[in-house]
């Protein structure tokens, strides 16, 4: 991160039109990131610890070496009986529970939560988290803040006056401007509201996607894929990159680069050799925009991984996974 503050966004500049120098060097970097990777430690530009509570960055745009800015991955941690500060941003949020129970005050309502639920910070909202009980909290937060903050969405902060309030009129509802009806969408998603699908990609638990109306979250597409050991995943292909949670076991992930060669039209060139990546439990595993990728558990141990990506990629018109090849348990 910024020495003398926050990266929001990152900056894209070059005397070239060709921008390939960007894209080695993001290639270059190292894809797996494991507990001892703390990008950021909340100190600066930031506002929801409290003197208890913890948060800590996995991967965001003041990386170095950076990754990605389209999806942001930090960490949440209440100990027993204590809460965060709360705060207000424009941006979503979305809390996957690790371990550990709790519940959330938004927008003055109170929403309770438990491990393996997937827990919505709405747009234009002020949340607060508490753990009133005996055992230790932890979120995984994936958002696509820089998106926001890339519209001009930068409003946030704690709770205070308006700065100049004389000239500004009396408050009104802010609702006015929401997709109608998004408040009557879940803000937790648990285990009981999905199900798991066989898929090309392999056994699937879909916990948002554009075709899942019933969520309160437009911008982070997420799944979880259950991998029996010795086994792997589809090889699938698509333009949006992509990070993976390891939630347990073991094993690893062949990438193969898609380069584009533009003649009369783009033409797809995938290499001939994948990078290979070896992932355990508590990793995260980055799979670069335009990518082909599959999974793989090592003997012995099935793999259970967390997905997310930005879904702004499918409203730019890449809303298809190619697969070059099914899960060897897809029964379609």
């Known amino acids: 991160m910024a020495k003398k503050g926050r990266t929001f966004v990152r900056g894209l500049t070059s005397e070239t039109y060709g921008l390939g120098e960007f894209r080695t060097r993001q290639l270059a970097s190292k894809r797996v990131r494991d507990d001892t990777v703390v990008v950021d430690d909340a100190k600066v530009a930031h506002s929801g610890d409290s003197e208890k509570s913890r948060t800590w960055w996995r991967i965001g745009p003041g990386d170095e070496e950076f990754l990605t800015q389209t999806v942001q991955v930090h960490f949440v941690q209440l100990p027993p009986q204590s809460s965060n500060h709360g705060h207000g941003h424009q941006n979503e949020a979305a809390f996957y529970i690790l371990e550990g129970r709790g519940y959330e005050i938004h927008d003055d309502q109170r929403y309770d939560w438990a491990k393996d639920d997937f827990v919505f910070v709405h747009t ?5 988290h508490f753990n009133p009980y005996d055992e230790q909290a932890t979120a995984l937060v994936v958002k696509a803040k820089s998106t926001w903050m890339f519209m001009g969405l930068r409003q946030q902060g704690r709770s205070g006056p308006i700065e100049r309030p004389d000239e500004f009129g009396p408050r009104e509802d802010w609702s006015r401007v929401w997709t109608p009806g998004v408040l009557d969408r879940k803000k937790v998603i648990s285990p009981a509201d999905t199900s798991w699908e066989s898929t090309p990609l392999g056994r699937q638990r879909v916990l948002t996607s554009p075709e899942r109306t019933d969520a309160r979250l437009f911008s982070v597409d997420a799944y ?27 094993g690893y992930a062949l990438q193969w680069e898609v380069e584009a060669e533009i003649a009369e039209k783009y033409y797809a060139r995938v ?34 991984v967390f997905s997310a990506q930005n879904r702004i990629f499918k409203h730019l018109g890449y809303d298809t996974v190619h697969y070059l090849e099914n899960a060897p348990e897809y029964e379609g």
Request: glycine share 10%; proline share 6%; net charge negative.
């Open 124 to 128: 234009d909202s002020v949340h607060r």
């Open 224 to 250: 979880e894929l259950d991998i029996p050991t010795g086994s792997r995943s589809g090889k699938y292909w698509k333009m949006a990159d992509e990070v993976l949670y390891v939630l347990d076991g073991g």
């Open 271 to 304: 290499a001939l050799e994948p990078t290979r990546h070896e992932i355990k439990k508590g990793d995260t595993l980055y799979v670069p925009q335009n990518h082909i990728c599959q999974l793989f558990a090592h003997d012995g141990t099935p793999l259970k």
